[in-house]
């Protein structure tokens, strides 16, 4: 037990349950566990082959970038100082990532697909066009570490206070307290509508104060999800949480490698495109996004343009 930097106390070492997609009861079990706790992590997505295929298809797009980001190279962490995103929360959505090969053959993945149809319980989904995040190994450099306690949900709570978004992650790293990653606020989701009014007009990034009653005066405990490579971990948007860094960072051995990638994938039932627009213009409106090389957020049925923040 750690506490994060707003003194609310954090569950860094306990191990997550995972819910294999190869067993229909245990796929039903993982369903409840995200109905009941808001998150849920399901084993047997990807098998590792494809894990390291994936992780090549990212460096591939790294080592690409253009200035000031073209001197990337994947076994030399010297080069990784300028690197595109967030550094702040390890996030990357720029210079065209979201219809980046990469993150297509993540999203096209079958059993990522089949997971999001046993949550909605129908198969008519339209995926988003998100980024991934990154944790460079901050041994190397002090300033790589990314901020903890950020606690946030993302989605409005006056103007949208029922389930419309799933959130995920497909992980190609194992991760847990020596890599840092998600932290989750367990069955929040459940007391969402006392965060009305902490919204700036229709934004659907909201910081939740640690002052918060939702926080129980400071009884209430994070949890960092722990999950392997080739898992995807999925999350109601009305649960608060953030990601964080590592609490125990281990020696790495020699070994040059990201402490943390996840590709970020959300699907969402075509009857949740705004009443604004019909389904074939969306999908147009849609289209017309891939071909500008845009990435978006995990609002699969809105068109909301990601990476605003500028790079580092």
């Known amino acids: 037990m750690i506490l994060d930097k707003n003194g609310l106390r954090i569950d860094d070492t306990s191990v997550s349950t995972r819910f294999s997609v190869r067993n229909q009861t245990t796929f039903n079990e993982g369903v409840e566990h995200l109905n009941q706790y808001g998150y849920a992590v399901f084993s047997d997505v990807m ?45 990357t959505n720029t210079y065209g990532l979201g219809q980046s090969a990469f993150m297509w053959n993540i999203r096209s993945n079958r059993e990522v697909k089949r997971v999001y149809e046993r949550l909605w319980n129908r198969s008519d989904l339209l995926v988003s066009f998100e980024g991934c995040g990154i944790f460079r190994d901050w041994s190397y450099n002090q300033t790589w570490k ?60 909201v910081m939740v104060p640690s002052t918060h009653p939702i926080f129980d005066e400071g009884r209430a405990i994070g949890k960092l999800v722990h999950c392997h490579a080739g898992d995807f971990v999925l999350w109601d948007s009305r649960l608060i949480h953030c990601n964080s860094p590592a609490t125990a960072l281990k020696s790495n051995c020699g070994k040059v490698e990201l402490l943390r990638i996840v590709a970020y994938v959300s699907m969402s039932p075509t009857s949740l495109v705004s009443t604004q627009y019909t389904l074939e213009q969306f999908r147009l409106e849609r289209e017309q996004m891939v071909r500008n090389n845009c990435t978006l957020t995990h609002w699969s049925t809105e068109l909301v343009l990601g990476g605003k923040f500028l790079d580092i």
């Open 146 to 205: 990314t901020e903890s306690g950020w606690n946030h949900v993302d989605q409005n709570p006056d103007s949208k206070p029922n389930r419309c978004c799933v959130q995920g992650f497909v992980s190609l790293t194992d991760q847990s307290e020596s890599t840092g990653g998600l932290i989750v606020f367990p069955r929040s989701h459940l007391r969402f509508s006392e965060l009305q009014g902490l919204a700036s007009k229709a934004r659907d990034f």
């Open 47 to 91: 098998e590792l082959e494809e894990v390291e295929e994936n992780k090549n298809l990212l460096w591939q797009f790294l080592e690409t970038l253009p200035p000031p980001f073209n001197r990337i190279r994947r076994d030399r962490p010297s080069t990784w100082n300028h690197w595109p995103g967030i550094r702040s929360h390890g996030v």
